[in-house]
């Protein structure tokens, strides 16, 4: 099949007996039955797509039986293939190309024509082969090498310069694709025992993922914590005989937090039966902030206004807030553990060594298993003050969102685009021919929705910045936000396991939960 400027899917189907059903479609003009001619001869199915400019472009899925053979030729479109296949011939000029197959016994052969090659797999592949002419060549069999050709999938994908994925989503891959040294914060999130972020280091750079590893202890701890542990899935405290408390923060449907509640706005049940609250109150606990911030090559100029920014921060929170500084570019570099003491956090602002490319969901995927992991429970938030173009992490940005909801951590990212663009202003290049070629070529087009994603999955709020002015708003904002929680406390029946769930009456609202902080327990080193 032919489709040079669209989209084409290819999935083998088990069940059909004969033939290809095919959907074609488009994002602009309809598309006539003179745009998809199909032929069929002897059993084999000829499919040719009429060209059309990229706003009218004809995307193509195409289902077949188990066992097909396929070819598809197409320019800068993406295509995948998808499924028990025979075998199948793609050729592109810098479209992606992703198969998703099962790997019982496959032989591969990839060819890049005009590039060094780019890809990424969810299985190690053989090395990189450079032949004459500028080639470049990936070649191997996985599973069952000496399977029959009746039994093996064939993948034969030549390319110019496009990107080749071999069994991993497109929202998996990270943006940096070579091979690399493990930095610092890989490291650490390998050290976590994080099995879902550490696979993502691993697929980055599988031989020196596997050195490391064999080098720690077949028995690792989880080291010092610095306060006392709550039990995973526990929110509730025991205060006095028969009596628990919890915190809880509720949200409108825009992730704002809402003030002014009482007690006869939320209803409390444990283990399924209805509990009488006895008291609500607003919280004045102090909160675990992180402070992550962006010192890249994109803002070594500004690094003056990084830590004037920083500063007033500090300034902001509450005296009683423990707060911990962390700065990345390539990699992370830790300014200060969590303390009170805003002398020394401000005093190390000075340490800040900027430059470097960016590597923003690595920096967040460290802070998850290292500083937020060992506060189990507790009140956190991490503030990222951003450009938000990250183009370096060995975590790609889905991992480290999942990782955010199960951490419990509030995220709140102050985005701030290099030079202050307004958004309107910035270009906007397309990503629907080929998303993932889109991708690379346009980083910065993917900051803004990735850091309002990670407020809202987290509970946080997100803040454009597009003036220095509105820093200082924002950061009065976040410590009102982190303020409005609110502390209740009811009446339990029980001494065992409890499964405890809060309502509130608001219409729209959702509740978070977590321990309430006993400041005694507190180190304020």
């Given at each position: 099949m032919k489709n040079r400027n669209g989209r084409v899917v290819v999935k083998a189907v088990e069940g059909q007996k004969t033939g290809a059903s095919i959907e074609a479609s488009s994002p602009g003009a309809p598309v006539s039955p003179s745009d998809v001619v199909a032929t069929s001869n002897s059993g084999r199915v000829g499919i040719d797509v009429r060209a059309r400019r990229e706003s009218d472009r004809i995307d193509l899925t195409v289902l077949v039986p188990q066992r097909s053979r396929v070819k598809v030729e197409s320019e800068d479109g993406a295509v995948d293939v998808i499924g028990n296949l025979a075998e199948a011939q793609v050729v592109t000029n810098t479209g992606t190309i992703r198969a998703d197959v099962p790997t019982d016994a496959v032989r591969y052969d990839f060819l890049w024509q005009a590039s060094r090659p780019r890809y990424f797999s969810d299985v190690e592949l053989q090395k990189i082969k450079e032949k004459a002419g500028g080639l470049y060549v990936i070649k191997g069999r996985m599973g069952d090498e000496d399977a029959e050709k009746d039994t093996r999938i064939d993948l034969l994908f030549t390319t110019q310069r496009g990107l080749v994925l071999f069994n991993v989503a497109a929202d998996m891959v990270p943006p940096d694709l070579h091979e690399r040294p493990l930095t610092e914060a890989a490291r650490a999130i390998v050290r976590s025992g994080d099995a879902d972020l550490s696979e993502a280091v691993r697929k980055v750079s599988p031989k020196l993922f596997g050195e490391y590893s064999r080098s720690l202890p077949s028995h690792r701890g989880e080291g010092p914590t610095l306060i006392q542990a709550t039990a995973p899935g526990e929110v509730a405290r025991?205060?006095?005989?028969?009596?628990?408390?919890?915190?809880?923060?509720?949200?409108?449907?825009?992730?704002?937090?809402?003030?002014?509640?009482?007690?006869?706005?939320?209803?409390?049940?444990?283990?399924?039966?209805?509990?009488?609250?006895?008291?609500?109150?607003?919280?004045?606990?102090?909160?675990?902030?992180?402070?992550?911030?962006?010192?890249?090559?994109?803002?070594?100029?500004?690094?003056?206004?990084?830590?004037?920014?920083?500063?007033?921060?500090?300034?902001?929170?509450?005296?009683?807030?423990?707060?911990?500084?962390?700065?990345?570019?390539?990699?992370?570099?830790?300014?200060?553990?969590?303390?009170?003491?805003?002398?020394?956090?401000?005093?190390?602002?000075?340490?800040?060594?900027?430059?470097?490319?960016?590597?923003?969901?690595?920096?967040?995927?460290?802070?998850?298993?290292?500083?937020?992991?060992?506060?189990?429970?507790?009140?956190?938030?991490?503030?990222?003050?951003?450009?938000?173009?990250?183009?370096?992490?060995?975590?790609?940005?889905?991992?480290?969102?999942?990782?955010?909801?199960?951490?419990?951590?509030?995220?709140?990212?102050?985005?701030?685009?290099?030079?202050?663009?307004?958004?309107?202003?910035?270009?906007?290049?397309?990503?629907?021919?080929?998303?993932?070629?889109?991708?690379?070529?346009?980083?910065?087009?993917?900051?803004?929705?990735?850091?309002?994603?990670?407020?809202?999955?987290?509970?946080?709020?997100?803040?454009?910045?597009?003036?220095?002015?509105?820093?200082?708003?924002?950061?009065?904002?976040?410590?009102?936000?982190?303020?409005?929680?609110?502390?209740?406390?009811?009446?339990?029946?029980?001494?065992?396991?409890?499964?405890?769930?809060?309502?509130?009456?608001?219409?729209?609202?959702?509740?978070?939960?977590?321990?309430?902080?006993?400041?005694?327990?507190?180190?304020?080193?």
């Open positions: 025991q205060v006095g005989p028969s009596m628990m408390r919890l915190n809880a923060t509720v949200t409108d449907r825009h992730g704002r937090a809402i003030s002014g509640l009482g007690r006869s706005d939320f209803t409390v049940t444990e283990n399924g039966e209805v509990r009488q609250i006895s008291d609500v109150r607003p919280s004045s606990a102090p909160f675990n902030l992180v402070l992550l911030l962006d010192v890249s090559g994109s803002v070594e100029e500004r690094i003056d206004f990084i830590r004037k920014a920083a500063r007033n921060f500090l300034s902001t929170a509450s005296p009683q807030d423990r707060i911990a500084i962390i700065s990345f570019q390539t990699d992370i570099q830790v300014i200060s553990d969590f303390t009170t003491d805003r002398n020394l956090l401000s005093k190390r602002l000075d340490d800040i060594e900027a430059g470097g490319a960016t590597a923003e969901y690595d920096a967040l995927a460290y802070v998850l298993v290292t500083q937020i992991k060992q506060l189990r429970g507790e009140r956190t938030a991490v503030v990222i003050l951003s450009d938000g173009d990250d183009n370096k992490s060995f975590v790609p940005f889905n991992a480290v969102l999942e990782a955010t909801v199960e951490s419990g951590a509030l995220i709140y990212p102050l985005y701030v685009p290099s030079g202050l663009i307004p958004e309107s202003s910035m270009p906007v290049a397309s990503t629907t021919l080929d998303p993932m070629r889109s991708r690379y070529l346009t980083l910065t087009t993917r900051a803004d929705l990735e850091a309002r994603k990670l407020a809202e999955v987290s509970g946080g709020v997100y803040y454009p910045i597009t003036q220095y002015d509105e820093l200082q708003k924002a950061y009065d904002d976040v410590v009102a936000q982190l303020r409005m929680s609110y502390t209740i406390t009811y009446s339990s029946a029980t001494n065992s396991t409890r499964r405890v769930s809060v309502r509130t009456s608001r219409e729209g609202a959702a509740v978070r939960l977590s321990p309430p902080v006993d400041i005694s327990l507190r180190s304020t080193k």
